[in-house]
């Protein structure tokens, strides 16, 4: 909707609403259209650069990294009680194995959700919400009595606490760093790798000496400093975390909702639409060939990228090798992630890689899925050390470049969005990917053919997104050539390549027109 008010009419609207009563406070007052260019003069918050690139943002990135290493990494360390909850509960491979199923879906599922709340809350508020349904999930798992307690408690609770913390963090992330932004996102992947690196053996550490419950109630007090973590994390100025509210960009959807207010029979079915294309992205799942494949290729690669973290330790220990052997080779993998992580963002950004991240992105999945057949030699330390060091190398460039590909594939502003679709897509497989493993197990009673399974869907993905993205790119450089006529830079002349041989005639006043031999 095109506003035709006049400064002065809004300077009148403002003198009217002055008169009515004290202002609201910022937060709870509404964007009028009236903030145009010539409307209000710009404030010094206004002038402060969008993305600093350093400062605060520094103290932000150190936020996210112990945010995802809190995260991220914590599922992985469940591990380390499978045996113990098989035991307590006497449940099957299958079923014990639903708990760290549904806190990495339901981690990747509430991504609108986590959408909804930054857009109302902001990110600061949402992680620290995340950080106490959290610690909250994990404390009361400590008393359940079944394993269907279990579910709800550290799978659903504790999920969505991850989710609605890890999520913003790496959204408000985007906001502080443009120009570093590729090393920013590879540092802060570190986090995951410190959470590899610490939890494992913190865990067994807690499970030897308080038990599978007392481990859970002390994780649950450690989850609560995400909250400290999301408290450091205030808005960048000028409105960057709500583009909608930026001058000179309005938000497409909400001119949207503004117009539907007129016609009340299809006001809340446009506005459900709206919000849905707003906070799921199925706008640019339809329109954006990159970002639909990507989605899809990530989608399917999570099938066998978390599985063989959750059956490391207990396809090691069925094999004879002690508990603590087996946690020390997490820590392992978590260690090398640690140095790696960084180095794979400094080769990233590497002028040979521009503009090839996803074809970095595609090769590090393959060698990942590759890694998992080194499992079926055999499960003696020197060897799952061979596998955990080839997993953990290409582990560390699917990390960094992750989110680094996904920004580059669509507009910040429509990050959020994109990324809440693609978690939703890929709670799908994350939460079918151990069950499924489970069952193999129980049928086959080897574990080595869960490796195997995880190693041809990581192999089929990164071949489809690196044919996909090449087929893809050699269409649009058909569709370029050949080279067409430069448009016309003004009504009176028309300019067009100029060859050796072309001659210059002079017409009237200064202007030159150039006669080319094409």
């Known amino acids: 909707m095109v506003d035709r008010r006049t400064p002065e009419m809004c300077e009148k609207e403002a003198e009217s609403r002055a008169s009515e009563g004290p202002p609201w406070p910022a937060r709870f007052r509404s964007t009028s259209s009236c903030s145009s260019e010539g409307a209000r003069a710009p404030s010094p918050a206004d002038k402060q650069p969008a993305a600093p690139d350093g400062g605060w943002g520094w103290v932000v990135l150190l936020a996210t990294i112990l945010v995802l290493a809190l995260t991220l990494a914590f599922p992985s360390c469940i591990g380390i009680f499978y045996t113990d909850l098989q035991s307590q509960f006497h449940a099957s491979n299958s079923e014990t194995s639903w708990v760290p199923s549904i806190m990495t ?16 809350y902001g990110c600061r508020v949402t992680v620290m919400l995340g950080g106490l349904l959290s610690g909250i999930g994990m404390a009361t798992s400590s008393f359940t009595q079944s394993i269907g307690q279990l579910y709800i408690t550290a799978g659903v609770i504790t999920g969505l606490g991850f989710c609605l913390s890890f999520q913003p963090a790496i959204a408000i992330l985007g906001h502080y760093f443009v120009r570093r932004r590729a090393f920013a996102n590879s540092l802060a992947s570190t986090g995951t790798a410190i959470g590899l690196s610490t939890l494992p053996l913190f865990a067994h550490f807690l499970l030897t000496h308080m038990g599978w419950r007392g481990s859970f109630l002390i994780l649950g007090a450690v989850l609560l400093n995400c909250c400290v973590c999301g408290a450091v994390m205030r808005p960048v100025h000028q409105g960057s975390k709500k583009p909608n509210r930026t001058r000179g960009q309005p938000n497409k959807i909400e001119n949207e909702l503004s117009s539907t207010r007129h016609h009340r029979a299809s006001g809340k079915l446009a506005a459900f639409l709206a919000a849905l294309q707003k906070h799921m992205a199925f706008d640019l799942f339809c329109s954006n060939k990159r ?49 790696m992580r960084p180095l794979a963002g400094i080769i990233s950004e590497l002028h040979c890689f521009s503009g090839k991240h996803i074809y970095l992105f595609s090769g590090a999945v393959l060698v990942n899925g590759l890694s998992n057949c080194i499992c079926g030699i055999g499960a003696s330390f020197s060897v799952l050390l061979a596998f955990v060091g080839v997993y953990a190398l290409s582990m560390s460039f699917i990390g960094s470049l992750l989110f680094q590909v996904l920004m580059e594939i669509v507009e910040m502003p429509r990050f959020p969005s994109a990324l809440g679709l693609i978690t939703i897509m890929e709670s799908v497989t994350l939460l079918i990917g151990p069950p499924l493993g489970g069952l193999l197990v129980d049928s086959t009673q080897e574990y080595k053919y869960v490796f195997y399974a995880c190693c041809c869907a990581m192999v089929s993905s990164a071949l489809f997104m690196g044919v996909a993205f090449y087929l893809l790119e050699r269409d649009e450089r058909k569709t370029m050539d050949p080279p067409k006529h430069a448009a016309p830079l003004s009504l009176d002349c028309q300019y067009t390549g100029i060859t050796p041989g072309s001659r210059a005639v002079q017409r009237s006043g200064s202007e030159t027109e150039y006669i080319t031999s094409v």
């Open 105 to 120: 879906a339901v981690l990747h599922a509430g991504g609108p959700l986590c959408s909804v709340l930054v857009e109302h």
């Open 291 to 339: 970002y639909q494949i990507y989605s899809i290729g990530v989608t399917w690669m999570m099938l066998g990228f978390v599985v063989p973290l959750l059956y490391l330790v207990p396809y090691a220990t069925s094999h004879g090798m002690e508990q603590n052997r087996a946690a020390l080779l997490l820590s392992i993998l978590g260690l090398i992630n640690i140095f």
